[in-house]
């Protein structure tokens, strides 16, 4: 029994990310189209868009990787899962230097404020 908890506990830690990051990757797919960041330049509204393949790409990864994993182990050739591996890193890297642009910029920091209305 205990076993068996522990094995769940680790599939949830495992798995949780993964359409977390996608959903969200959906919804900042979505923002540029909300009324608004219409009035958003195009490179903000261009940056949301484009940072959302990059989680979904890191999900789907991460989901083909766990698919093939047996026992802690994966079936797939060596080479081959250390190249998705670390594709699925680099992945992230790119996702997550794109975020951190976009939120760094004072243009989204503008935005994100909410206006007062007299």
Not at 8 to 17: D, L, N, S, V
Not at 21 to 30: H, M
């Amino acid at each position: 029994m205990r076993e068996g908890m522990q094995f769940m506990c680790e599939m949830g830690r495992i798995i949780r990310p993964k359409p977390l990051v996608a959903i969200g990757s959906l919804v900042i797919a979505i923002a540029p189209f909300v009324p608004r960041y219409r009035s958003a330049s195009l490179w903000l509204r261009l940056g949301l868009f484009l940072t959302a393949p990059f989680g979904i790409a890191w999900s789907v990864l991460g989901f083909y990787l766990l698919l093939h994993e047996i026992g802690g182990k994966t079936s797939l050739p060596w080479p081959r899962f250390w190249a998705l591996d670390h594709m699925k890193s680099n992945i992230a890297g790119l996702a997550v230097g794109m975020l951190v642009c976009l939120i760094l910029s004072p243009e989204a920091r503008s935005l994100g404020r909410r206006k007062r209305s007299v």
